[in-house]
C-alpha cells in the first residue's frame, strides 16, 4: 500500500513563503511520477505543480509560475513545493498526489495516491 504524507503548512503573510513536503512510503517499488493539488472553500480542486520521477520535467499551472517550484529530494520518494511570494488566493489545502509511471500528469484522475492533505492560510 502506498502511502503519502505532507508537512510544512501553515499561516503565512501575504508576499511571505512556505516549503510543502510529501514523503512517499509503503509498497514503493517502481517510479512514480508525483505533484501537488489544492482545493479551496467552495472551489474545485485544482492542479498546482507535478515532477516526472526523473525530475526532467515539471509542470505548473498559470497563476504559481515564476513563484512556486516543485522538486525531488536526493532520495527520490520526497517531493518539494516551495511556494514564494505567496498570495491570499493561494489559501487552500494542499494535497500530495503520485502515480505509479514515471511521467507526470496534470489530471486529477491520472493519481491513484493521494496524502490527507495540509493547510495553507494566506494573510492579506
Known amino acids: 500500500q502506498v502511502q503519502l504524507a505532507e508537512s510544512g503548512g501553515g499561516l503565512v503573510q501575504a508576499g511571505g513563503s512556505l516549503r510543502l513536503s510529501c514523503a512517499l512510503s509503503g509498497r514503493t517499488f517502481g517510479s512514480y511520477g508525483m505533484g501537488w493539488f489544492r482545493q479551496a472553500p467552495g472551489r474545485e480542486r485544482e492542479f498546482v505543480a507535478a515532477?516526472?520521477?526523473?525530475?526532467?520535467?515539471?509542470t505548473y499551472v498559470d497563476s504559481v509560475k515564476g513563484r512556486f517550484t516543485v522538486s525531488r529530494g536526493n532520495a527520490k520518494e520526497t517531493v518539494y513545493l516551495q511556494m514564494n511570494s505567496l498570495k491570499p488566493e493561494d489559501t487552500a489545502v494542499y494535497y500530495c498526489?503520485?502515480?505509479?509511471?514515471?511521467?507526470?500528469?496534470?489530471?486529477?484522475?491520472?493519481?491513484?495516491?493521494w496524502g490527507q492533505g495540509t493547510q495553507v492560510t494566506v494573510s492579506s
Open positions: 498526489v503520485a502515480r505509479l509511471g514515471g511521467v507526470s500528469s496534470t489530471g486529477a484522475s491520472s493519481y491513484p495516491y
Open positions: 515532477i516526472s520521477w526523473s525530475s526532467t520535467s515539471t
